[in-house]
């Protein structure tokens, strides 16, 4: 490779929320850019806007490409285009719950579309020069056979949406073995940040954390409050990404903190960040959580009035329509292949996560309080 060449990179799903980070990396390190962006009748780059290039600029390093996962020919002219160094395969429907709504579109996108990229590399006499990065889940392992999970633990997939990644990982290998490819699965778990899409559960959460100390929505309605995940910070998990493509040989690694932590938990670390304590109580669908204690410094400190916050107020409640028909109950990963080799490491503990994230939907929320006593409404999603 010519040093004074720059690298050509090509990422799918740059519209998300690893796309997001992920680009931004790349940028930072020198890299064109190339990133496949779905037509939408709305704007849906907001993530990225502050990367966008004016196209009629001759030189760019920033270039996005109208395409879907589920058009080969599409995806096959973009890389023919792009001739890209890598690919991140970031793109799919990410959401469990919605894969149990919208099975057989999650297993084209997400599992079909996996081959369609390593296909097109096939086909286009790239297998030598275009590295591989399929974007693998700790969603694989499902149902509990080890804890922690590592690289050897044995998969069982518990949603329509995991079972497609499963055979988005297996045809990564099998290419890889098959073609000689450098093509790898990075078994990443839960990363979030601010972000995240606001149907995930910590996001949901931070965001509600915000509106009801600001007194502009009462409850949180959740399903499954004793799941446990080991959650990091995209940011360090975008660099474990770059790093897989970076080997002497193509291997598979897992991405995780070795921490887990309950929902629950989760709820509670984020209304502490405001100064409000959360105790829960009852059991099933009967379950909610409710202020026991506020810190009131803390509250006139972040200028939340404390009317909004009142001793005894249910702010949590159970809405069975957030439990999935299978359920993954526990996750947590053994990063220690990654730490060995690739000398990854988070840099973001749980409790920097939430404080991020709280801190950002306040000042978010707040625009939206503004807006609100304008007199202009804006509309509220609860999924
Ligand atoms: P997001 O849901 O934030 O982003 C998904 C991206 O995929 C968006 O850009 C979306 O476009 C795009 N997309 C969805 N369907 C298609 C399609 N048919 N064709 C083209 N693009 C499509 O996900 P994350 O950024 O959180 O995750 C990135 C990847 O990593 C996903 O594959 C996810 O399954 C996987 N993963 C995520 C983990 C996490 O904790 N975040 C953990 C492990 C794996 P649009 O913006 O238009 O909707
Ligand atoms: P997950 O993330 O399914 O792990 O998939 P999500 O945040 O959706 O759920 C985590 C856990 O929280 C429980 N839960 C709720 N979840 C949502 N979304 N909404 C709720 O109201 C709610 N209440 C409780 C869930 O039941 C679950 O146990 C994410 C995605 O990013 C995948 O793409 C990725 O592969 C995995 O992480 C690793």
Redo the contacts with the bound molecule.
Sequence with gaps: MDARKPKVAFV??????????LAEFLLRKGYIVHG???R?SLF??D?IDHLYQDPHLSQRNFILHY?????SSNLIRIIQEAQPDEIY???????VKVSFDAPE?TA???GI?ALRILDAVRLLGLTQKTRIYQ?????LYGLVQEVPQRETTPFYPRSP?AVA?LYGYWITVNYREAYNMYACN???????SP???ET?VTRKITRAVAKIALGLQDKLYLGNLSAKRD?GH?KD?VEAMWLILQQEQPEDFVIATGITTTVRDFVRMAFAELGIEVEFSGKNEAEKGVIIDRDEERLAALDIPAENVKLGQTVVKIDPRYFRPTEVDLLVGDPSKAKAKLGWEPKYTLPMLVSEMVDSDLQLMRKEEYLKRGGFTTLNYFE
């Design positions: 799918t799903g740059i519209t998300g929320q690893d796309g997001a980070y496949l962006k779905r939408s849906n780059t993530r395409g879907d996962l589920t058009d395969n970031l793109a799919a429907q990410s959401h579109y084209n996108a997400d579309g974007a693998s889940t700790s969603e949406y990644k990075g078994i990443l778990f839960n990363h979030e972000v995240r899409g995930f959650w995209a998990y």
